[in-house]
């Protein structure tokens, strides 16, 4: 393609086709020859890739209930963002491509035929419908920005209209507008390795710290979690950051071979890595009793000393949890787990009642990009409009999805925010070339 591109979307990812999709629709309306062209480059083999492995290949499209407090990031700005084009709104435009959604217990929503291929077919078909060209194996290496101006007695005016020559590895490609989407750094064998970032540093933007973000987490090997490998139950964890509680939370934790993860894990290790990217000193301590205290669970000990004193430890313990995880933490405290319940010292009792209301997790590590949901960091909200997720510093640029710094808890949040940011610039970057002629 040697001739200017009108919109081109760097990065097929959800953001990326969506804003693709809305471009293309503002521009020419529905299916039509002659249109404006919109164009879509990826640096990866499969356009879409990890829409497909999203949800354990299932694509969980969005939550039933989306508010701002569900996400990282400058609230006002991401409040205005996900009202302009809410989850309803979402479902709406995948019935309008031929998706149907079912709502799980959990309120995550989900393509009724449980495969996240159906969600991607319907983001290339409307693709194709509208004349999208899709550029897998594109990888852009650099952009550069200019102004088209007007030859007037061989002097140069400069007008407000932007011009971008991006070199790629097939070549070069002109654009008149530029939709950045290539993510962040999560998931990299999918193409998100953060390429995007370097981009638009050189195009005048910042970025902030990024680090793993809905990431299991690994544990020291002298903790009892591979014994448990598999095992999952609600918990509350407290994550403390130099001392100070920042985030405490209540889910399911899953036990596994390296450590844990399951979604309350995976939602309080953002936290976590960006400490450690900080360089500042951080704990999570778990209740496996959540809603309930120290002084709760010693009474609760107590009574079931007086009821049964010949009860085993493990035996009284595994009236509220797995007793696989009963003895665990009996032998983690340094406790027998066949001493009877009524012969437990004070001492003991109390170093058995802290393990159960605040045992410290020995988090060695995250388990990396490789595992890693999303990307907490990026570009700075406050460099965006958030009424279009234009560029405050580069006319005619516009940034989208997961290279913003915002990321969402899980359970659909972070696709809401990729179709929200889509459609904003979609929309929004046509409406701007609609002005410039």
């Not at 399911?252 to 844990?260: A, I, N, Q, R, Y």
């Not at 939602?267 to 496996?288: G, K, P």
């Not at 002084?295 to 035996?315: C, F, V």
Request: with cysteine.
């Amino acid at each position: 393609m040697s001739d200017k591109i009108d919109i081109a979307v760097l990065g097929g990812g959800a953001a990326g086709l969506a804003a693709a999709i809305f471009a293309a629709e503002a521009l020419h309306g529905s299916v039509g020859q002659g249109a404006p062209r919109v164009v879509v480059l990826d640096g990866a083999k499969t356009i879409g890739a990890k829409i497909l492995i999203s949800g354990g290949g299932r694509c969980n499209v969005t939550h039933a209930v989306v508010r701002s407090q569900d996400f990282h990031g400058s609230q006002p700005v991401i409040r205005n963002v996900l009202a302009a084009f809410s989850e309803h709104a979402t479902c709406r435009w995948f019935a309008s491509l031929g998706v149907e959604l079912k709502q799980e217990e959990t309120g995550k929503l989900f393509p009724v035929t449980d495969k996240a291929r159906t969600v991607l077919d319907a983001l290339l078909r409307r693709c194709r419908e509208l004349h999208v060209a899709l550029l897998p194996q594109h990888r852009v290496m650099d952009i550069q920005s200019h102004h088209v101006g007007s030859q007037a007695n061989h002097t140069e005016s400069v007008s407000a209209e932007p011009c971008f020559v991006m070199a790629h590895s097939h070549g070069t490609l002109l654009a008149r507008r530029i939709i950045l989407a290539t993510g962040g750094r999560s998931l990299p064998k999918t193409g998100s390795d953060g390429g995007g970032w370097d981009i638009v540093r050189r195009l005048g933007h910042t970025v902030t710290e990024t680090s793993p973000a809905l990431v299991p987490l690994v544990l020291e090997s002298s903790m009892f979690h591979a014994e448990l490998s598999g095992l999952s139950h609600t918990v509350e964890l407290t994550t403390l950051v130099e001392g100070k509680i920042i985030d405490r939370r209540t889910g399911s934790l899953l036990w596994t071979h390296f450590g844990v993860s399951g979604p309350v894990v995976m939602d309080s290790s953002r936290f976590w890595t960006m400490a450690r990217v900080a360089d500042l000193s951080v704990d999570i301590r778990c209740n496996f009793c959540p809603g309930e205290d120290f002084s709760e669970i010693n009474q609760w000990l107590l009574g079931r000393g007086k009821e049964k004193p010949q009860q085993s430890i493990a035996k009284t313990l595994s009236q509220r949890f797995p007793e696989r995880f009963a003895t665990a933490l009996c032998r983690w405290c340094g406790l027998d787990p066949v001493q009877s319940i009524a012969q437990l010292p004070q001492g003991q009792r109390r170093s058995l009642v802290h393990g159960l209301t605040g045992c410290r997790l020995p988090v060695l590590r995250d388990r990396g990009w490789n595992y890693a949901e999303v990307t907490a960091g990026g570009v700075p909200l406050s460099e965006i409009d958030f009424r279009s997720m234009a560029s405050r510093k580069v006319p005619g640029l516009y940034v989208i999805g997961e290279m913003l710094d915002c990321d969402g808890r899980i359970g659909g949040f972070n696709f809401q925010w990729a179709w929200a940011t889509g459609h904003a610039a979609g929309r929004a970057s046509a409406a701007s070339l609609d002005m410039a002629e």
